[in-house]
């Protein structure tokens, strides 16, 4: 059974850093792809950043700079490193993990940014 549990989540202050984590199990984790998207109810989830099995690493545009995506395979874990954060960082933040068949979803921790 695969399982992508987060933490990490919590209330912060603008400007301030928060480092969520994912710890996977059921998968063989150095072989797949691995993401954070987030998502506000009601809206389109969006692809936050991205690190491949080789561990290159994509950004979306709004947090560039400021958040930096790690794994660390022989844990089982992948991490978001938040900086810098604003409130329009607020929102639900989900792990993915992408093979060649198909892709697993956290449960998401919630992250909220304000004063």
């Known amino acids: 059974q695969v399982q992508l549990v987060e933490s990490g989540g919590g209330l912060v202050q603008p400007g301030g850093s928060l480092r969520l984590s994912c710890t996977a199990s059921?998968?063989?984790?150095?072989?797949?792809?691995m993401g954070w998207s987030r998502q506000t109810p009601g809206q389109q989830r969006e692809v936050v950043a991205t690190?491949?099995?080789?561990?290159?690493?994509n950004y979306a545009d709004s947090v560039k700079g400021r958040f930096t995506i790690s794994r660390d395979n022989a844990k089982n874990t992948l991490y978001l490193q938040m900086d810098m954060l604003k409130p329009e960082d607020t929102d639900v933040y989900y792990c993915s993990a992408t093979g060649v068949a198909r892709t697993f979803w956290g449960q998401g921790t919630q992250v909220t940014v304000s004063s």
């Open positions: 690190i491949t099995s080789g561990s290159n690493t």
């Open positions: 059921g998968i063989l984790f150095n072989h797949y792809a």
